[in-house]
């Protein structure tokens, strides 16, 4: 049973626009979540975070929005651009277990020019 | 600056042969991790180390043994492959700090026929 789950296999978007990538969760003991960003033949690579304590988390173009009622996390760039094609992944954590990250399936975001 | 390195970078198996995937970290971090990636399953843990001489199961351990030889490198062995190790295989490591941003490799992509 998958705890993280990203819906949404691929996603396209136009070069300016606003890119929305969704994360939904199923364990409520989940205190951080982060993004990660990966291109082919590379590792991921850290993106964006956010407390559980929080509900919005913003860096440049990235903001990160959490629900925590709904088990919902979502990211948005905002404008998008042709270097942010890349798979997106969504992870979990727990405080004091480790820095274990439990990932979504990912996410494979094309902006076209 | 290195970070995480990984080899070999490609490695195609027989099955039933081993193989050892060799991971070092010049971050000076605690923790590593060693996970897989597959088509739509993200990355899962096969099998971590909190510190230097200490190694516990993630999701995914069965038909891997691991090896902390020291605090930079986390080695995996496959002792028997099978087609299903077919993988992208990457190496993390991390501070231990709370957030649970981990730095990976670039990967090893393994294919066992």
């Known amino acids: 049973d998958q705890q993280v789950k990203q819906n949404s296999p691929s996603l396209s978007v136009q070069e300016g626009r606003i890119s929305i990538l969704n994360c939904d969760y199923t364990?409520?003991?989940?205190?951080?979540f982060l993004w990660y960003k990966k291109y082919p033949a590379e590792g991921p690579t850290f993106l964006i975070s956010?407390?559980?304590?929080?509900d919005k988390n913003e860096d440049g173009r990235f903001t990160v929005f959490l629900n925590k009622s709904a088990k919902h996390l979502s990211l948005h760039i905002v404008p998008s651009q042709p270097g942010d094609s890349a798979v997106y992944f969504c992870?979990?954590?727990?405080?004091?277990?480790?820095?274990?990250?439990?990932f979504g399936g990912g996410t494979r975001l094309m902006v076209k020019p | 600056n290195a970070g995480v390195t990984q080899t070999p970078k490609f490695q195609v198996l027989k099955t039933g042969q081993s193989m050892t995937l060799q991971c070092a970290q010049d971050m000076n971090h605690n923790s590593m991790y060693w996970y897989r990636q597959d088509p739509g399953m993200g990355l899962r843990l096969i099998y971590y180390?909190?510190?230097?001489?200490?190694?516990d199961k993630g999701e995914v351990p069965n038909g891997y043994n691991v090896s902390r030889l020291n605090k930079r490198e986390f080695s995996l062995r496959l002792e028997s492959a099978a087609p299903s190790q077919t993988s992208v295989y990457f190496c993390?490591?991390?501070?231990?700090?709370?957030?649970?941003?981990?730095?990976f490799g670039e990967g090893s992509r393994l294919t066992v026929l």
């Open positions: 993390a490591s991390s501070s231990g700090s709370s957030t649970g941003e981990l730095f």
């Open positions: 180390s909190a510190s230097e001489g200490t190694t």
């Open positions: 956010i407390s559980s304590i929080k």
């Open positions: 364990n409520s003991m989940f205190d951080y």
């Open positions: 992870a979990a954590s727990r405080y004091n277990a480790g820095n274990m990250l439990t």
